[in-house]
């Protein structure tokens, strides 16, 4: 079982749609989730963090943590062609130390 | 205020010979990552700096791999002898020291082939 998993994709989704990605995680005791979102050749870019159970909203984007099913997932609502991106789920582990266990993303097509 | 800035951007060597990465930090960040994405596969964490020490290390695939961070600000990560297998792009990131979430900012990377 990998410690972080995504589903590959790609999400297609119409412009102005909501797009839903989610990612579970092995770790229990994680503490720390992240969703990072790379354009092709080019760097992860942070745009959501979340440590607790529940919501969190910026923007368009919402990420949302259920500690208990081990899942975080993020909601892009107002799709639109530039989110066309793959999708990086990124989990700090509880084992004292601060690496990011990433799944292998999804990517996410925005058909306008 | 600049971001993390990583060299080369690409780097095309042949088997057995020697590359060097280089890294810098985005300023006043202590802390300091490598990770790495092979082809096909997930970016995977190699290691972590507190400043000039190694806070972590457990990704470092082999002895062929030599981190370094002297003076606590850029760090290099050298491959010696490199190998096919190491063809991938290498990430460096970084963080402030006292952060409470740890948010990881990324640079652009550097793609490594090996033939």
């Known amino acids: 079982q990998k410690e972080v998993e995504q589903n590959s994709g790609p999400l297609s989704v119409p412009e102005g749609a909501i797009a839903s990605l989610n990612c579970t995680y092995s770790?229990?005791?994680?503490?720390?989730f992240f969703w990072y979102r790379q354009y092709s050749g080019k760097s992860p870019e942070l745009i959501m963090s979340i440590y607790s159970n529940g919501d969190k909203e910026d923007g368009r984007f919402t990420a949302q943590l259920n500690k208990a099913s081990q899942y975080v997932s993020l909601l892009i609502r107002d799709s639109q062609p530039s989110d066309s991106a793959t999708y990086l789920c990124a989990v700090i582990g509880n084992t004292g130390f601060q690496k990011l266990v990433f799944g292998t993303g999804t990517r996410l097509l925005v058909s306008p | 205020e600049a971001g993390v800035t990583q060299f080369p951007s690409h780097s095309v060597i042949e088997k057995g010979q020697t590359v060097t990465l280089r890294c810098d930090p985005i300023s006043g960040h202590d802390n300091l990552y490598w990770y790495r994405r092979v082809m096909g596969k997930e970016i995977k964490f190699l290691l972590h700096?507190?400043?000039?020490?190694?806070?972590?290390e457990s990704g470092m695939p082999n002895n062929r791999f030599l981190a370094e961070r002297t003076g606590g600000t850029y760090s290099t990560l050298k491959v010696q002898p490199a190998e096919l297998e190491d063809s991938g792009v290498y990430f460096c990131?970084?963080?402030?020291?006292?952060?409470?979430?740890?948010?990881?900012?990324f640079g652009p990377g550097t793609r490594l082939t090996v033939l």
């Open positions: 770790d229990r005791g994680s503490q720390s």
């Open positions: 700096f507190v400043k000039e020490s190694k806070q972590d």
């Open positions: 990131a970084s963080t402030q020291s006292g952060s409470t979430y740890n948010e990881q900012f």
